[in-house]
């Protein structure tokens, strides 16, 4: 039996910190977009749009990585109350990053816009339009992604938590490759 890692395979921390930086710029992003009826309006809501779809891909294949490779297991003295809140904050992060990108595409549908990626490709409609349904998804959306947003900043953390803290390899294992020495 072969041993267990003590850091996250490359490609499950290239894809962590990819992400990590998309998703922190689409709540910039989205929070900008709300928050304005300039004419940088329609220019963010033209970023959003496909850096969001680029999340909903980048998360699928994230999670392939995540059920193909092996994970470092938490400190065996972490308290169970703790275990349990890494492992959920984990299912709530990937839940997230599956639904609000899917959310923001049936958001999009339901309002009768086209989501462009670029100028040329458009994604097909995924529910038809409906005001009603607009308004619920729109809804849905902004309070999801004030949800992400603060299970962004638990995650960080008690990633600062493991590394300043406890000291116990957690943040080191995101951080860098294979044991040095």
Known sequence: MSKQPTHFAFPARLLHWLMALMIIAMLFIGAGMVASVS???EWLINLHKPLGIAILALA???LLVRFCTR???LPEDLPGWQAM????SHVLLY????VLPLLGWAMISAAGDPVMLGRSLQLPSIL???AQVFALLRKAHG?????LFVTVLVHLAAALFHGWVRRDGVLDSMLRGRDRG
Not at 95 to 98: D, E, R, S
Not at 143 to 147: D, I, K, R, V
């Open 71 to 73: 994970q470092p297991p």
């Open 60 to 62: 699928v294949v994230r």
């Open 39 to 41: 004419a940088r309006h």
């Open 85 to 88: 809140a890494a492992k959920a």
């Open 143 to 147: 309070y999801l992604a004030y949800l």
């Open 128 to 130: 038809p339009a409906d």
């Open 95 to 98: 839940g997230l990053m599956l």
